[in-house]
């Protein structure tokens, strides 16, 4: 049976064209304009922030916390909707402005591993047992500002205690090479899995993989993507697509390069990705330039485009792609595949 994907994006994929040169050039929407937009889509899931799920979650007692994040459970359980999974906002706040899992700041460290357990607790109103770290200001500006190897172990300490607190839950770490930072000490899928094994229970954290973060390390995301199956460790999937090593682009999947979403999707089915529940997600942004009544597209198309390359993948001719192969001949095999991507 060919795999059916199901598909989920983020609230923040509704994002308003700020930049760090300029402001919104699209008004705010509500959240449920945002879960109305998702359900129109024909989505099945949203992953969510832990304060995309409870705004203002540092000023919220915790009875607060699980009493607002019971009544949006109920909201997407009227609409149908899954959440995927749930993750920390740990780079926004005061307390995490020099990181926060390895804040040189005790007090800091602290709030993190807090706002942590928060966010399992959650995860488990919301019903998932997936909870997502992107360490986002886990690295330095200044190399000599902050011990590299306590930092990892802080890293694995505090996941140790989210471990503790919650036996359920899985944990799957966002790596991402730079931006914020100059350097994260968490950069590709190889530390995300050797950190696993410094935690009490590595078999409980595994990965999530973002196409554009993968090519901002220099790396091809479809090896990436395979490098964490071979592992069973490719928990989640955010694809989205970035032109070369600059600013953070979120763009769409397959806009920039589309013979590298083709060879994504290529891994994903010969591997089954989705059939043990995963989502395919897209972690994309529109364009600034993009009008309030074009803002669900950059969603639609990477939809659109993935669905067109599983298409792809399906009618590649493997047989004929293996001859090519056991004749060393990767040049044809290399024209093949430009062939058969630009065959309408
Ligand atoms: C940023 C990340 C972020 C995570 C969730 O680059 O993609 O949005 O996906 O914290
Ligand atoms: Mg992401």
Same mark, same amino acid.
């Given at each position: 049976?060919?795999?059916?994907?199901?598909?989920?994006?983020?609230?923040?994929?509704?994002? *308003?064209?700020?930049?760090?040169?300029?402001?919104?050039?699209?008004?705010?929407?509500?959240?449920?304009?945002?879960?109305?937009?998702?359900?129109?889509?024909?989505?099945?899931?949203?992953?969510?922030?832990?304060?995309?799920?409870?705004?203002?979650?540092?000023?919220?007692?915790?009875?607060?916390?699980?009493? &607002?994040?019971? *009544?949006?459970?109920?909201?997407?359980?009227?609409?149908?909707?899954?959440?995927?999974?749930?993750?920390?906002?740990?780079?926004?706040?005061?307390?995490?402005?020099?990181?926060?899992?390895?804040?040189?700041?005790?007090? #800091?460290?602290?709030?993190?591993?807090?706002?942590?357990?928060?966010?399992?607790?959650?995860?488990?109103? +919301?019903?998932?047992?997936?909870?997502?770290?992107?360490?986002?200001?886990?690295?330095?500006? $200044?190399?000599? @500002?902050?011990?590299?190897?306590?930092?990892?172990?802080? /890293?694995?300490?505090?996941?140790?205690?989210?471990?503790?607190?919650?036996?359920?839950?899985? /944990?799957?770490?966002?790596?991402?090479?730079?931006?914020?930072?100059? #350097?994260?000490?968490?950069?590709? /899928?190889?530390?995300?899995?050797?950190?696993?094994? %410094?935690?009490?229970?590595?078999?409980?954290?595994?990965?999530?993989?973002? @196409?554009?973060?993968?090519? %901002?390390?220099?790396?091809?995301?479809?090896?990436?993507?395979? =490098?964490?199956?071979? =592992?069973?460790?490719?928990? @989640?999937? #955010?694809?989205?697509?970035?032109?070369?090593?600059?600013?953070?682009?979120?763009?769409?999947?397959?806009?920039?390069? +589309?013979? @590298?979403?083709?060879?994504?999707?290529?891994?994903?089915?010969?591997?089954?990705?989705?059939?043990?529940?995963?989502?395919?997600?897209?972690?994309?942004?529109?364009?600034?330039?993009?009008?309030?009544? #074009?803002?669900?597209?950059?969603?639609?198309?990477?939809?659109?485009?993935?669905?067109?390359?599983?298409?792809? $993948?399906?009618?590649?001719?493997?047989?004929?792609?293996?001859?090519?192969?056991?004749?060393?001949?990767?040049?044809?095999?290399?024209?093949?595949?430009? &062939?058969?991507? +630009?065959?309408?």
């Amino acid at each position: 049976m060919p795999q059916k994907y199901q598909f989920c994006f983020g609230p923040w994929n509704f994002s *308003e064209g700020s930049d760090p040169y300029g402001p919104i050039t699209r008004q705010p929407q509500t959240f449920d304009w945002k879960l109305a937009q998702l359900k129109k889509l024909g989505f099945d899931a949203m992953m969510f922030h832990d304060d995309d799920a409870v705004p203002d979650i540092d000023n919220k007692s915790e009875a607060q916390i699980l009493k &607002e994040a019971r *009544e949006l459970k109920k909201k997407l359980d009227g609409e149908g909707i899954a959440a995927e999974m749930v993750a920390p906002r740990l780079w926004f706040s005061p307390n995490t402005i020099d990181g926060a899992y390895t804040s040189n700041n005790p007090k #800091h460290r602290q709030y993190a591993i807090d706002r942590s357990l928060r966010t399992i607790d959650i995860a488990r109103v +919301l019903d998932t047992d997936l909870i997502v770290l992107w360490l986002a200001r886990e690295g330095t500006y $200044v190399r000599e @500002s902050k011990n590299a190897r306590r930092s990892v172990e802080y /890293i694995a300490q505090a996941i140790d205690k989210m471990l503790a607190y919650d036996k359920k839950i899985r /944990i799957a770490i966002e790596p991402k090479p730079n931006e914020p930072m100059d #350097h994260a000490y968490v950069p590709t /899928i190889g530390h995300v899995l050797a950190l696993a094994h %410094l935690t009490r229970d590595p078999k409980r954290v595994g990965a999530l993989i973002e @196409s554009a973060h993968c090519i %901002l390390a220099g790396l091809d995301a479809s090896d990436e993507i395979a =490098f964490a199956m071979a =592992f069973n460790k490719l928990w @989640s999937l #955010h694809l989205n697509d970035q032109n070369g090593l600059k600013y953070d682009q979120d763009k769409p999947f397959g806009s920039a390069n +589309l013979r @590298s979403a083709f060879d994504q999707v290529r891994v994903l089915e010969q591997n089954k990705f989705g059939s043990r529940g995963e989502y395919v997600n897209f972690d994309v942004h529109p364009f600034r330039t993009t009008k309030p009544e #074009h803002w669900l597209a950059h969603l639609d198309n990477s939809r659109r485009t993935f669905l067109k390359l599983v298409d792809k $993948v399906r009618s590649f001719n493997e047989a004929k792609a293996s001859q090519m192969i056991a004749d060393r001949n990767y040049q044809a095999l290399d024209q093949y595949v430009i &062939e058969h991507l +630009l065959k309408g």
